[in-house]
């Protein structure tokens, strides 16, 4: 891990901390930077806004990789296919964090437009990803905004509960 990579892992830590601890709207960009030992310029540098500590996220790339990996059947199971496929894959540390992650976010109005925005940009890569398997455009846009709209909302309530099973939370969306 790169001393970014670290300082990255470093400032998403202590503000997840925090936001849970003290709640989201209550915490500052100015008392993450504090605990997390670095400028508020330093927060500002990883994260463009206090919003994208949470809505960041690496699984755009991870979900198109495995959508485009189903090669064949209608754009609904690929995309079904591919995106549940790739969010069951995480290792334990990750989904602990999604969770966390998510528990914020689902509990926050004032992250409402980034939950959204992300969201929008996750049926933007999944599109794509059925787009350069043959789809038709305008079907991938339909098909990426409905499996993206019932993920986001299996991934909010299994953030909410206590059910360990990230699978059977999507499986059952």
Do not use: C
């Amino acid at each position: 891990m790169t001393k970014r990579e670290r300082t990255r892992a470093r400032i998403q830590a202590v503000a997840l901390e925090l936001f849970e601890q003290r709640g989201y709207d209550a915490t500052t960009v100015a008392e993450i930077a504090a605990a997390a030992g670095v400028t508020e310029m330093t927060v500002y540098r990883h994260y463009a806004g206090k919003d994208r500590i949470l809505a960041d996220d690496p699984y755009d790339p991870m979900m198109a990789e495995a959508i485009a990996r189903e090669r064949s059947g209608p754009a609904l199971a690929r995309a079904l296919a591919g995106i549940r496929g790739s969010w069951t894959r995480l290792p334990a540390d990750a989904t602990t964090e999604v969770r966390r992650r998510l528990r914020i976010a689902g509990s926050t109005p004032s992250l409402r437009a980034a939950v959204v925005a992300n969201t929008a940009e996750s049926e933007r890569v999944v599109a794509e990803a059925l787009v350069g398997g043959g789809i038709d455009e305008r079907e991938a846009r339909v098909v990426a905004a409905a499996v993206l709209a019932g993920t986001m909302r299996a991934l909010l309530d299994w953030a909410a509960s206590d059910d360990p099973d990230l699978d059977a939370a999507l499986e059952r969306a």
